[in-house]
């Protein structure tokens, strides 16, 4: 009998650590692992900002905060060796924070690049390496770890954002993805991105604070609005559960057909 929807999706008891997730989409998704019973670690750089999010995610489950910086892999093998201090095992490993950094093409700095390549792939890699021992013990054939990178739809088609080494660092995630999940198959750890559109959070509010832009983004959306928090919950949540244990080496785009549509 095969089981049903609700047993499907069920991502309670899971141990699952969310970087930057006390805001934008990362708050989003830790909210959902929350609700849905897990045990949520979240990261922000700063320590009053994670606080007051866990704080708040608390009242409806286990959510504990930490005060962490991505910006070296020296930064993220301490956060891997502070999830090892406190859990014998990781379930889900989302690899959320992200930066970007915007300017015309004549005037792209050369310090555009370093740091967003640091945080938004090496990151993650330096992530998956430091914490395979907990990933490991938390692996079966039945019920694989996860590992979800938080990619872009802009490492994926042109958007024309001015966002170069952003873009550059997205596609990279995206074959990284990959490379990791050939790796680890026989570790019974999955590895998928989450390739989103547009998200109404910090990183987008350039583009929304001008009326006129926001319109004919909706406008270009076949689906005709822009993502929400049950959109990426939705993936995150399906990639964690029994319903995800054979995707591995996937993209699940959600940014309402702009990419598929085409
Ligand atoms: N919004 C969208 O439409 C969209 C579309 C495609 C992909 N994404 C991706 O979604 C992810 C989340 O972005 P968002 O939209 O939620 O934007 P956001 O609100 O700007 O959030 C960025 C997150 O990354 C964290 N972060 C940034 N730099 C960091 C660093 N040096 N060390 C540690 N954490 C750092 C931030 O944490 P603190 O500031 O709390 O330290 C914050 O939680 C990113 O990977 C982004 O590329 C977003």
Redesign the pocket.
């Known amino acids: 009998m095969v089981q049903s929807p609700t047993s499907l999706f069920d991502v309670s008891g899971k141990v699952v650590l969310i ?2 997730g ?5 708050r989003m998704i830790a909210e959902g692992f929350v609700a849905g019973g897990a045990k949520v670690y979240i ?4 320590a009053d ?1 994670a606080a007051a999010a866990a704080a708040a995610m608390a009242e409806t489950g286990t959510c504990v905060a930490l005060a ?4 070296s892999p020296e930064d993220a093998s301490a956060l891997a060796r502070e999830i090892t201090e406190r859990e014998p095992r990781l379930d889900v490993l989302v690899n ?5 950094w915007g300017a015309p093409m004549e005037n792209f700095p050369d310090k555009a690049w370093a740091p967003v390549m640091a ?2 792939v090496q990151a993650p890699f330096t992530l998956v390496r430091d914490l395979l021992p907990l990933l490991r013990a938390a692996a079966s054939a039945s019920d694989p770890a996860r590992v979800i990178n ?5 490492g994926r088609i042109v958007e024309r954002l001015s966002a170069f080494s952003y873009a550059a660092s ?1 596609a990279a995630v995206h074959h990284l993805t990959r490379e990791l999940a050939a790796e680890l198959a026989r570790d019974q750890i999955t590895v998928n991105t989450v390739v ?4 109404p ?4 509010s350039h583009i929304r604070a001008e009326e006129e832009r926001l319109t004919g983004l909706v406008d270009r959306i076949p689906l005709g609005r822009l993502g929400s928090a049950e959109d990426v919950v939705g993936a995150c949540v399906m990639l964690s559960s029994r319903a995800g244990a054979y995707i591995t080496g996937s993209e699940i785009v959600i940014d309402g057909g702009l990419a598929g549509c085409r």
Do not use: E
């Open positions: 970087t930057g006390a805001q934008g989409m990362g990261t922000s750089r700063k900002v962490r910086d991505l910006s959320n924070a992200g930066r970007t945080v938004n938080i990619g872009s739809l802009a997205k989103p559109g547009y998200f959070t910090q990183m987008t």
